[in-house]
């Protein structure tokens, strides 16, 4: 089965970093990838990781330990428009499927919330 | 410019009458998925197209189905709503079985 572990909530101010922690333990792996979700829309990707170490990306980055099932998304100059849920997604691998396509489960999410 | 679009965008439709949301996408990718998503929930994958190989879930109730005429589009019906198919559901692309997933604004279904 998979299991995808993530904070409910969590709060930051204006301008600091956060850090999401997200843990996880699925059959198969290919791939690791977050996602910002405001509230009523659709999730926007973020970050993708499919190699241990640091993915970085403007004000985010996404680190990856495959050995540990462990992920977080760090978010620096926080901004008020940062306030959102922050999925985190895994690939399974899947060799039933005639397709080969792997499907891609979620956490439910982590809603930050940036105060002034 | 949108790239995966959703029409409608809010949907409201009566217990047991069949509606259908549609999806397109320019991307030209390969596959295309659709998830239902509660609030506070995460996302559910009910099933994907492989271009025209078409899987279902083993928890996706038969009440839902799903029809991909061409690449670009892909259609979700739902046979008879329950009050507990209401939520958002949203489709999303990508271009191989590995790739990134891109979303499409949702649509969110009421069931009166």
């Known amino acids: 089965g998979q299991n995808i572990d993530q904070p409910t909530e969590m709060t930051a101010t204006e301008g600091a970093i956060v850090q999401i922690n997200c843990t996880y333990q699925?059959?198969?792996?290919?791939?690791l990838f977050w996602y910002q979700q405001h509230a009523g829309e659709a999730p926007t990707f973020l970050s993708y990781n499919v190699l241990d170490g640091l993915e970085e990306k403007g004000r985010f980055s996404s680190f990856l330990s495959r050995s540990k099932g462990y992920s977080y998304l760090l978010l620096k100059e926080l901004q008020m428009k940062d306030s959102a849920s922050y999925l985190c997604?895994?690939?399974?691998?899947?060799?039933?499927?005639?397709?080969?396509?792997?499907?891609?489960?979620f956490g439910t999410g982590t809603r930050l919330t940036v105060i002034p | 410019d949108a790239m995966v679009i959703q029409n409608p965008r809010y949907q409201v439709t009566q217990f047991g009458k069949p509606v259908t949301l549609s999806c397109s996408q320019t991307?030209?990718?390969?596959?295309m998925y659709w998830y239902q998503q509660k609030s506070s929930q995460a996302p559910k994958l009910l099933f994907h197209y492989y271009d025209k190989d078409f899987n279902n879930e083993a928890d996706t109730p038969d009440n839902f189905q799903s029809r991909r005429p061409n690449t670009s589009f892909c259609f979700l019906d739902i046979r008879s709503p329950g009050l507990g198919d209401a939520a958002m559901y949203l489709c999303?692309?990508?271009?191989?079985?590995?790739?990134?997933?891109?979303f499409g604004p949702g649509t969110r279904l009421t069931v009166t």
């Open positions: 699925t059959s198969g792996f290919n791939g």
């Open positions: 999303a692309t990508s271009r191989d079985s590995a790739g990134v997933e891109y």
């Open positions: 991307l030209n990718h390969n596959v």
């Open positions: 997604a895994v690939r399974d691998l899947d060799f039933s499927d005639q397709t080969g396509a792997n499907n891609l489960f």
